[in-house]
C-alpha cells in the first residue's frame, strides 16, 4: 500500500513538473527539426540519395544468376541426356550459372555514381534550407508569444496605475473636491483596458497554440513558453557593409548551393545520354548441366547365342569363302545414372564477349541529347535567378533592419516623450488642475507608445535574426 501510494506522489509530482516546463526559443527549434515532418520528408530525401549511389555503385559489379527447371514428360519426348526420341514418362531437371560483367558502356556507370555524389549534396542543402525556414518560423512565432505578453504586462501594470486613480478619485468625489464625472471617466477607461486585457490574453493563447501546432505539440493547455531573457542581441551585422553581407550570402545560402549542384546534375544528365552513342561491350561466363530418370536402350551380347559365323568377302584366286565370327547383340534396358553423376557427366560452359555498336535507334538517342541540353540551359538560366533572387531578398532584409531599427529608436524616443506628459498630467489632476478625461486621453497615448515600443523592439529582433541568417550564421547559433 506504501508503494502505491509513492508511485501515486510521483505521478502527481512529475505531471506538474510537466505543467511547470516553459520552453526556451533554443528547446523549441531543436525540437522543430526533429520533429517537424517538412524536415523529415528532407531527411528522406538524403537517404533516399544514397540507394540511388548504391546502385550506381553496383552497376561495376558483375551480374550472377542462377536458373532452373524441372518438368515432367509423357508420351513420344526427346530425352534431353540420349537426345533419343521414345514414348515413355520421365522427370528431367536443368540447372545453369550465368556471371556476366560490362567491360565498357560508354561511361554511363561512371557517370551515374558521380551523378548520385552530386545528388545527395543538393538533398543535403535542401535539407539545410529548410531546417533554415523552420527555424525562421519557430522563432517568429516564439517572438509573437513573447510580444503579446509583454503587450499584457503593459496593459496589466497600467491597469494597476488607473485603480489606484479610482480608489483617490472615489476620495475627492466624496469629499466634494471632484465633480462624479471624473469618477465615471476614470471606470470607463478601467472597463476599456480590462476588455484589451481580455484581448491581449486571448491574443497570447492563440499564439501559443499556433506555435504549438508548428511543433506538433498536441497538449495545449499545458504548452508555455519562456518570456524572460530575451533582449536585441546584435553581434555587429547591422554594421556591415551590404556588400559583404551579400557576399556572404552567396558563399553559404543554401539556395545558391542548390542551384549550383542543379547545374552540375544536368551537366551529368547530358554526359549519360551522350554515352548511349559509344558501343558497349559485356563478357559472359555459363555453366548448365541435367538430369533425367528416363531409362535408355543399350546392345548387350546375347548370351544364349553370343556369335555367329558371317561370311566377309571371297578368296579372289580360288574362290574360297572367307568368313568371320561376329557378336550377336540384343537391345537391354538400362536405368538411369544416379544423380550426382548425371551432374558432371552432362554439364558443360560458354563464355565469349558481347559488342553492340548503335546505328540507329529512331533518334531516341539525339532527343534525349537535346533535352539534356535544354535542361542544362534551364538550370543554368535558374542558377543566375536564384543569384538575383538572393541578392533581392538581402537587401530587402538589410533595409528591413534598418528600418525597424530606426522605428525601435523612434519607439523609445517617443515613449520619453510621452511618459514626461503623461507625469506632467498625473501631477496636474493629482491637484486638481485638469479633468479625468484629459488624464486619461494621456495615459491612454501612454500605454500605447509602450506597446508600440514593444511591437517595434520584437520586430527588429525577427528582422535583424533574418539578416544574420542570410549573412550565413547557423539558425541554432542566433543569439536572443
Known sequence: MRKTITFIVALITLGLHAQDKKWTLIECVEYALENNISVKQSELDVQSTDIDRMVAVGNFLPSLNLSGSVSENTGLSFNPVTNNAQTTTFLSATGRINVGYTLFDGLRNLRQVQRAKISKLASEYRLDKMKDDISLFVANAYLQVILNKANLEVLTSQNLVTKDQIERTQQLVDAGSLPRGDLLEIQATDATEQQGIVNAENQIQISLISLAQLLLIKDYENFDVEDEGYDIVDDGISEKNISEIISSARNNRSEIKIAEQDVELAEKDLQIARGSYLPTL????????????????????????????????????????VVGEFPNTVPQITGADPFIDQLYQNDGIGYGLQLNIPIF??????????????NLERSKFQLEQAELDLESNVYQAYVDAK???????????????????????????????TNAFDFSQSKLRYDNTKIDLNNAKYDYIFKLKVLELYFGIPATDLKF
Open 282 to 321: 559485356s563478357a559472359f561466363f555459363g555453366y548448365d548441366t541435367r538430369y533425367t530418370d528416363a531409362t535408355s536402350f543399350t546392345q548387350v551380347q546375347d548370351p544364349d547365342n553370343p556369335v555367329s559365323i558371317e561370311q566377309i568377302g571371297v578368296v579372289q584366286e580360288t574362290g574360297q569363302a
Open 403 to 433: 528600418g525597424a531599427l530606426k522605428s525601435y529608436e523612434a519607439a523609445k524616443s517617443a515613449l520619453a516623450s510621452q511618459e514626461l506628459a503623461y507625469d506632467y498630467a498625473k501631477e496636474r489632476y493629482d491637484v486638481g488642475l
Open 361 to 374: 535507334n529512331g533518334f531516341a538517342t539525339r532527343a534525349n541529347v537535346n533535352r539534356g541540353k535544354i
